[in-house]
């Protein structure tokens, strides 16, 4: 059982569009952490969220954590090629802080 | 130069042989994790450690064995490799909880 669910899976699309992924949990979390994955790298955080209701922007990024902290969502406008790589969310599991990952949204920002 | 370095960045191995795959961190974090990395299965927990000498199971354990004697080093080894422990492995810190994690840049591990 997943218990980062995160939505769509793949998402291809053209330069100057915008769009949204999402992560959704059953679970409640104490705060979750957004990540860019590169071809070859590790991933590298975004934000981190922790507030139900709390939005974060980063430039052109957009992220929203849901009041009840069971879900969050990341917005990008007007998408560039540079944002193209696996978008990865994860929380703090249990006592013992064991940080888990959904399986990713991978985009394609095609020029 | 600081962060944190994983070794080696690409091993071949034969099934049945040991494997210990390196991970170190300059930053004195607490928190240390390893993660395989699949497709079609995200990053999944192997093992992660709180501090020295304390450790704990992940989503994926078995036919895994870590350790921390010192907190700037957590390695991870594979005890008798099999075909299913191709992947690519990625070590993590993190200075206390829920704040963020620093990855390293992984290690592709073949199996054969």
């Known amino acids: 059982t997943q218990l980062l669910e995160q939505s769509p899976q793949f998402l291809s699309i053209q330069e100057g569009e915008n769009l949204t992924v999402y992560c959704n949990s059953s679970?409640?979390?104490?705060?979750l952490q957004w990540y860019r994955q590169e071809p070859g790298e590790g991933p590298v955080l975004l934000v981190t969220?922790?507030?139900?209701?709390e939005v974060k922007k980063l430039k052109r990024l957009t992220f929203q954590f849901g009041d009840a902290r069971k879900d969050s969502s990341l917005h990008i406008t007007a998408a560039q090629p540079g944002d193209t790589g696996l978008y990865l969310c994860?929380?703090?599991?249990?006592?013992?802080?064991?940080?888990?990952f959904g399986k990713g949204t991978l985009l394609t920002v095609n020029p | 130069d600081a962060g944190i370095t994983q070794s080696p960045r690409y091993k071949i191995t034969e099934t049945g042989r040991q494997v210990t795959l390196m991970c170190h961190q300059t930053?004195?974090?607490?928190?240390m994790f390893w993660y395989r990395q699949d497709l079609g299965h995200g990053l999944r927990l192997i093992y992660y450690?709180?501090?020295?000498?304390?450790?704990d199971k992940g989503e994926v354990p078995d036919g895994y064995v870590v350790s921390r004697s010192k907190t700037e080093n957590f390695p991870l080894t594979l005890e008798s490799a099999t075909r299913s422990q191709t992947s690519v492995y990625f070590c993590?810190?993190?200075?206390?909880?829920?704040?963020?994690?620093?990855f390293g840049q992984g290690t592709r591990l073949t199996v054969v």
């Open positions: 993590a810190s993190s200075l206390r909880r829920g704040v963020e994690a620093f």
């Open positions: 679970s409640v979390f104490s705060s």
């Open positions: 969220v922790v507030t139900g209701g």
């Open positions: 994860a929380g703090p599991l249990g006592s013992n802080y064991k940080l888990t």
């Open positions: 930053w004195s974090h607490s928190y």
């Open positions: 450690s709180a501090a020295a000498d304390i450790t």
